[in-house]
T-cell receptor
């Protein structure tokens, strides 16, 4: 059974629209993260949350807003989508204070 | 400047051979290092962590860390075609925000 679920797997959106990327983890972890992987760039850290509170935000744009309705959920809302937002977005989780982060399968977003 | 630099960009080794990856950090605040592997269409999967100077061996995988030179390496012996993937070095400062900084990755191809 998948331990980190990301939905949808693929997403096509038009410029200017809004989308929500879903992430749920069933590893019992207390910290969750979002990363972005785009062409010719390394995986980029976006946000980290622990106990549903923001720990770190490295995203310059307020168009990206994480949402945590439950301790094992961390969704990512993206507004006013731009073609440059096209990327694969990965959710990850870990036990805070321990080392390894576990990644989900990703959501591949294409903005036209 | 990219804070975590990897070499080579790509690598081809024969089945049963040794694959070696290098990673250098330009930030002395990085104290903790990981190696991740990503198969096409999947999320990154952690292979090993290394936090202390010297070697760490897990099965066919051996990591080496030299904190003085901020250099970390990964060696895979007896490489298999299933090892063909993208390999990332990742680092963090231990500041407990969970932020991982990734290198661009090395593409490994193991040919029969």
């Amino acid at each position: 059974d998948p331990k980190i679920i990301q939905k949808p797997k693929y997403l096509v959106a038009v410029t200017g629209s809004e989308k929500i990327l879903i992430c749920e983890q069933y590893l019992g972890h207390n910290a969750m993260y979002w990363y972005r992987q785009s062409a010719k760039k390394p995986l980029e850290f976006m946000f980290s949350y622990s106990y549903q509170k923001l720990m770190d935000n490295q995203t310059a744009s307020s168009r990206f807003q994480p949402q945590s309705s439950k301790k094992n959920h961390l969704d990512l809302q993206i507004t006013a989508l731009k073609p440059d937002d096209s990327a694969t977005y990965f959710c990850a989780s870990s036990q805070l204070g321990e080392d390894t982060q576990y990644f989900g399968p990703g959501t591949r977003l294409l903005v036209l | 400047q990219q804070k975590v630099q990897q070499s080579p960009e790509s690598l081809s080794v024969p089945e049963g051979g040794m694959a070696s990856f290098n990673c250098t950090s330009s930030d002395r605040n990085f104290q903790y290092f990981w190696w991740y592997r990503q198969h096409s269409g999947e999320g990154p999967k952690a292979l090993m962590s290394i936090f202390s100077d010297g070697d760490k061996k897990e099965g066919r995988f051996t990591a080496h860390l030299n904190k003085a030179s901020l250099h970390v390496s990964l060696h895979i012996r007896d490489s298999q075609p299933s090892d063909s993937a993208l390999y990332f070095c990742a680092a963090n400062t231990g500041a407990n925000t969970g932020k991982l900084t990734f290198g661009h990755g090395t593409i490994l191809r193991v040919h029969p």
